[in-house]
């Protein structure tokens, strides 16, 4: 019997060991998570504007534009490679928003239809 109780010891031991060495190592391992970034479509002061015009964000980020002064306003990216990312319907009510995650490293330049000839471009980049 002590033998049997030696034995489950050692072997409790040793397991409790290699699961610790497991935990410990998917914990090193998992990713940092990703984050979200606000871009304001309009200024604060009424500018027609993306606000910040340029962010720039990690593989696995998130970009929530949220329509903030003079509606109506949508995000529309030049590359057909983005065209995914594109929200072509018109926010008309403050607060309303559109969120998109970009994975694949590179810059994105967008727009907003109804106002681009005003200036009112925006620049994604991401790392």
Known sequence: MKL????SRSLGA????????IGGFMLWMSPASAATVEVKMG???GMLAFDPPSVTIQAGDTVKWVNNKMA?????????SA???SHSNLS????ETY???FD??????YYCEPHRGAGMVGKIVVQ
């Open 72 to 80: 109506p306003h949508n995000v529309v990216f030049e590359d057909s």
């Open 83 to 85: 065209s995914d990312k």
């Open 14 to 21: 040793a397991f409790l060991t290699v699961a610790l060495v």
């Open 92 to 95: 008309f009510s403050p607060g």
């Open 99 to 101: 969120s998109s995650t």
């Open 43 to 45: 200024s604060d002061s």
């Open 4 to 7: 049997i109780a030696k034995i």
């Open 104 to 109: 694949t490293p590179g810059e994105y330049t």
